[in-house]
């Protein structure tokens, strides 16, 4: 579709279109992808329109129809998935009790998969091992304390602070992005403890040491508030202790796993911070080919 043929689409939307924007900025979407997600749903819209299909009545069914009319279009797959992701911003912009395009999206070749997890054994393990001896060991337990019990992203402890940390009623807020949903999770009463030791001392002669003033919880050494580095050699020194250790994205998976077998689905798509179900979903299989065979259950498409 030409530049000219969007802009007559989204001039056909306009106040639809104006609200969706509006709900995308609140989100934190940059200004180019919110206009290309208003392109894509005035594409959507428009083809909703000619078939005089109800935007709030569309089905599965519906979407495969609107993917193979792209098809038809000669749209590529990648196309057609932004397509689909604009869709699923949309749905989701509307509140609708379902979302018909939640976890639908063209297979565009191997997917990563959740493998070589570590067990609920190998991770206590790994934090019983590693052993605090100054500064930087006592940050890097209170890392791997949150990546173990909470599954945090890398993002994720990038963004906390102190506030963050409820001590006294054992909770921690998480707060959420473009990328995972905020939540609040409960605080292990073995971490309590480790949490208040590094609020009070750790932290505070880390900042004192760099004559730094942030409001990020966890920094590096060298005063960095970027924590790549400090992820590395935490990795390195974990990997000593089991040679399974790979890195931070590993451990988060190895988590959702495990909780996965106790938890229900939707409490661990909360937990995790998962914006879909379908996400939570592709840990619930623990070998490779019943994994596959779930992916292919819920991305059909080829």
Do not use: C
Request: no cysteine; aromatic share 8%.
């Amino acid at each position: 579709m030409k530049p000219s043929e969007y802009y007559q689409l989204k001039e056909k939307h306009f106040f639809i279109l104006s609200e969706f924007e509006g709900f995308l900025q609140k989100q934190g979407y940059a200004k180019g992808t919110i206009e290309a997600y208003k392109n894509y749903t005035a594409d959507f819209l428009n083809w909703l329109e000619g078939l005089r299909i109800n935007k709030e009545q569309v089905n599965y069914n519906d979407l495969l129809n609107f993917i193979k009319a792209k098809q038809i279009g000669n749209n590529s797959i990648k196309l057609i998935n932004r397509k689909l992701g604009a869709v699923r911003k949309y749905y989701e912009y509307l509140q609708l009790d379902k979302n018909p395009a939640s976890g639908l999206y063209l297979k565009t070749g191997k997917q990563t998969l959740p493998i070589n997890l570590l067990t609920k054994e190998e991770l206590e393990e790994i934090y019983e091992n590693y052993h605090i001896i100054d500064l930087r060991t006592a940050r890097n337990k209170t890392i791997l304390n949150l990546l173990i019990n909470q599954a945090l992203t890398t993002e994720e402890l990038h963004r906390l602070e102190p506030r963050h940390i409820k001590l006294k009623p054992g909770k921690i807020e998480i707060p959420g992005s473009k990328h995972s949903n905020s939540r609040i999770l409960k605080l292990e009463s073995s971490q309590i403890l480790e949490l208040q030791d590094y609020l009070q001392n750790t932290r505070i002669k880390i900042l004192q040491q760099n004559k730094l003033q942030t409001s990020q919880l966890l920094i590096s050494m060298s005063g960095s508030l970027n924590l790549k580095n400090s992820l590395y050699h935490l990795f390195v020194a974990l990997k000593k202790i089991n040679p399974k250790v790979n890195h931070a994205m590993q451990v988060r998976q190895s988590v959702i796993a495990e909780w996965l077998k106790t938890k229900d689905l939707r409490m661990v798509q909360y937990m995790a911070g998962h914006k879909y179900v379908s996400t939570t979903e592709r840990y619930q299989v623990n070998n490779l080919e019943d994994l596959e065979e779930a992916l292919n259950k819920y991305h059909p498409l080829k």
